[in-house]
C-alpha cells in the first residue's frame, strides 16, 4: 500500500487508457484525412473545413408554391418549420431523394395546409438551384437558375 496519499494505476487500468488514446487518435487521423460531416466529432464539419473559390457561383436553393389565390405565378416562400414541419437542413439534406422522387413534394403541401390551414392552400412547389456568381468575392449581379424539382397537383396547367 503506498502511505504518500498517491494511488498508482494498475497494468488493466493504463491499458484500457492507452487502447483507448489510440482508438481515439486513430479515428481523429482518419476523420481528419478521409472524413465527412457523417464522421462527426472525428472529422470537421464541411461547411468549416472547406471555402469557396472567390470567382465561381454560390448555390442557394430556393422554394417556390403556386396558391389557391394566386395559381398563376410561381411565388417564393421560405422552408420554415413553423410552415412545412422541416426546416431548411432537412429539406435540403434530402434534396436528391426528392429529385428522383418530386411526388415527395406533396407531403410538403400536406403538412403546410395541417400547419397553416389559414392560408391559402399550395397546388404546386418547386425547388429551384439559383447560382450567383461570384467575382474576387463579390456578387456580380449575374445569377442562373436551375428547377430541380416539381410537384403539381392533380388537373393544374403547368407553368413554366
Known amino acids: 500500500m503506498n502511505t504518500t496519499g498517491d494511488e498508482q494505476l494498475g497494468r488493466v487500468g493504463r ?5 483507448l488514446v489510440a482508438v481515439l487518435a486513430l479515428l481523429f487521423a482518419l476523420g481528419s484525412t478521409v472524413g465527412d460531416d457523417h464522421w462527426w466529432p472525428f472529422a470537421p464539419w464541411r461547411m468549416f473545413s472547406t471555402s469557396t473559390d472567390p470567382n465561381r457561383a ?4 430556393v422554394m417556390e408554391v403556386r396558391t389557391e389565390a394566386h395559381p ?18 432537412e429539406v435540403e439534406g434530402r434534396l436528391s431523394r426528392i429529385r428522383e422522387d418530386p411526388t415527395m413534394l406533396e407531403t410538403i403541401a400536406e403538412a403546410h395546409e395541417r400547419l397553416r390551414p389559414e392560408r391559402s392552400r ?21 445569377i442562373t437558375r436551375e428547377v430541380v424539382a416539381t410537384w403539381e397537383s392533380d ?6
Not at 58 to 61: D, E, K, M, P, R
Not at 76 to 85: F, K, P, Q, S, Y
Not at 124 to 141: A, N, S, Y
Not at 155 to 160: A, Q, S, W
Request: charged share 25%.
Open 155 to 160: 388537373g393544374l396547367e403547368p407553368l413554366p
Open 122 to 142: 399550395w397546388l404546386g412547389i418547386r425547388f429551384v438551384f439559383e447560382r450567383h456568381l461570384l467575382e474576387g468575392g463579390k456578387p456580380t449581379g449575374e
Open 58 to 61: 454560390v448555390v442557394s436553393t
Open 15 to 19: 491499458t484500457w487508457r492507452v487502447v
Open 72 to 89: 398563376e405565378v410561381w411565388n417564393r416562400h421560405a422552408i420554415r418549420l413553423r410552415d412545412v414541419g422541416l426546416n431548411r437542413a
